[in-house]
């Protein structure tokens, strides 16, 4: 598979479903509407947007267009919303569960992983995030990579690669 770039609208909203679906699969596939409602919460997210319908309706076209989501054929009236994210990257559950919580929450330390991840069915301890960063990185087209120590930082951070380089 070639080398994955995706806008941050597009970020937010694969991630925004792929939490969805572990954190609350009662609501799972979701609307439009529910896609936006999630992708703007305030809580949980860096850095917070604020998507219009229009945006998050957009971003799942273009997602469904480079197969990581899909609309549910079997829903009623409204159109509904499943994610590929893991199936079209051959991702294992603590690689699912990392990528989104970096993509929801932005650059992050191993012990920041381990928290966040772990509602989305991440590594259990700081080992097995250390572990799953190493395959994520170590891959042709490397999808995570560790930031330089900032100043007054004593741990480094890790982000994702989906949106490039910045």
Not at 32 to 45: I, Y
Not at 143 to 153: D, E, M, S, W
Request: one cysteine or more; glycine letters at 8%; charged letters at 20%.
């Amino acid at each position: 598979m070639s080398a994955l770039l995706l806008s941050l609208n597009e970020a937010r909203v694969l991630a925004s479903l792929v939490g969805k679906s572990l954190t609350t699969p009662q609501y799972y596939p979701m609307t439009v509407n529910g896609v936006m409602l999630a992708s703007n919460q305030k809580n949980s997210r860096s850095p917070v947007m604020s998507l219009s319908e229009g945006d998050a309706g957009a971003a799942l076209n273009q997602l469904e267009a480079q197969r990581l989501v899909k609309r549910d054929e079997t829903s009623g009236r409204a159109v509904k919303w499943r994610h590929k994210f893991q199936h079209q990257l051959l991702l294992k559950t603590g690689g699912v569960a990392v990528l989104a919580t970096l993509m929801l929450r932005g650059p992050q330390t191993l012990a920041e992983i381990r928290a966040n991840a772990s509602g989305l069915n991440g590594p259990a301890d700081i080992d097995g995030v250390q572990a799953v960063l190493d395959d994520l990185a170590d891959l042709a087209s490397p999808l995570v990579k560790q930031l330089p120590r900032g100043a007054g930082q004593s741990t480094v951070r890790y982000a994702h690669l989906l949106c490039g380089e910045d």
